[in-house]
């Protein structure tokens, strides 16, 4: 693969990172060595071949990472791919503390990057699960039997939308948090937007 060229309207992430500014940069550096194409998606730094999303760098507070977009599909032979929640599906991330991490990891990071972009090119997808097998809180559940429009304004969003609720819902431990939640989100089901619309 041929080396890529920097995205100027990608600059600007590597500049502001006050945290993991040269682990991004160092990151960067051997992804683009990959012959990705570098855009900026979801305010991240993302590598695409062909069209298709491959890998994001991203920072967090303990750690910064790239994650694979379709990280369940790859073999993992290092073991250093990391499932980030239990609710994550498909994306992976290999994470990292400091830069020396990434120059030890550098050649495992271009032939998971060599993978994934064969991945895309087969045309592999990851089996999602479906809507119905995501635990649906008790409480939504019992505003959907007493509200019909609520319910038919929720079966018409879309899967992913769908998800975003229960997730949001069941993820509060307290059954009166839960309850704030549902009624809180009502409306905006109703109006057949998802949780972040």
Known sequence: MTKSKTNPKVDWYFTKAKQWQAESEKLRDIILDCGLTEELKWGKPCYAFEGSNIVLIHGFKEYCAILFVKGALLKDPKKILVQQTENVQ??????????????????????????AVEVEKSGAEVPLKKTSEFKMAEEFQKKLEENGALKKAFAALTPGRQRGYLLYFSGAKQATTREARVEKCAPQILKGKGLDD
């Open 90 to 115: 498909a994306a992976r991330q290999i994470r990292f503390k400091n830069v020396r991490e990434i120059v030890e990891l550098a050649p495992a990071i271009k032939a998971y990057m060599k993978e």
